[in-house]
T-cell receptor
Framework: RKEVEQDPGPFNVPEGATVAFNCTYS??????FFWYRQDCRKEPKLLMS???SGNEDGRFTAQLNRASQYISLLIRDSKLSDSATYLC???????????FGQGTELSVKP | GAVVSQHPSRVICKSGTSVKIECRSL??????MFWYRQFPKQSLMLMAT?????????EQGVEKDKFLINHASLTLSTLTVTSAHPEDSSFYIC????????????FGPGTRLTVT
């Protein structure tokens, strides 16, 4: 079983749609959780950290369920500029190592 | 803040040569830097953790004699790919963790290595 698993994608949605990404992780000792965004041939950029209480940043909402070891990202009113690969990232416990999911590609069409 | 640079951004080299990639934290000190590799359509795979002033910790399956890491200062880590072969062609990305932060890492822009 992979340490971090995401929806395989790709997701093709029209502008304005709401899209949800799911992620599960295997290490129950993980303490920090993130969503990163990666554009084609670029480095990942931090989108948001994920907290147990859930957090929202504009059109983006992240949720964490520690009991189920499940993380989600919801994007509302999607824009063309949201097209990218979204990476679920979990700290691996020792030394601050981050474990990346394989990513879910999102393509927003006009 | 928290800017990380990498140099070069792109390099093409012949099989058998060595290539050095630099990773710098520009506006903060990073006691720990990380080196990742990403093949097309795949996610980032951690290669090694670089700690300032000590030996790097390599992930399972990563040859430490082939991928030499040096972290001589709080703002610079280097990765040298020795005797590069075409299968080493990949996107190499470094990241740095802000000292005292909660595992948040900032990534360099990456180096695209092509070995011919």
């Amino acid at each position: 079983r992979k340490e971090v698993e995401q929806d395989p994608g790709p997701f093709n949605v029209p502008e304005g749609a709401t899209v949800a990404f799911n992620c599960t992780y295997s290490n129950s000792a993980s303490q920090s959780f993130f969503w990163y965004r990666q554009d084609c041939r670029k480095e990942p950029k931090l989108l948001m950290s994920v907290y147990s209480s859930g957090n929202e940043d504009g059109r983006f909402t992240a949720q964490l369920n520690r009991a189920s070891q499940y993380i989600s990202l919801l994007i509302r009113d999607s824009k063309l500029s949201d097209s990218a690969t979204y990476l679920c990232v979990v700290n691996g416990g020792q030394g601050g190592k981050l474990i990346f999911g394989q990513g879910t590609e999102l393509s927003v069409k006009p | 803040g928290a800017v990380v640079s990498q140099h070069p951004s792109r390099v093409i080299c012949k099989s058998g040569t060595s290539v050095k990639i630099e990773c710098r934290s520009l506006d903060f000190q990073a006691t720990t830097m990380f080196w990742y590799r990403q093949f097309p359509k795949q996610s980032l795979m951690l290669m090694a953790t670089s700690n300032e002033g000590s030996k790097a910790t390599y992930e399972q399956g990563v040859e430490k004699d082939k991928f030499l890491i040096n972290h001589a200062s709080l703002t610079l880590s280097t990765l040298t790919v020795t005797s590069a072969h075409p299968e080493d062609s990949s996107f190499y990305i470094c990241s740095a963790r802000v000292q005292g932060s909660s595992y948040e890492q900032y990534f360099g822009p990456g180096t695209r290595l092509t070995v011919t």
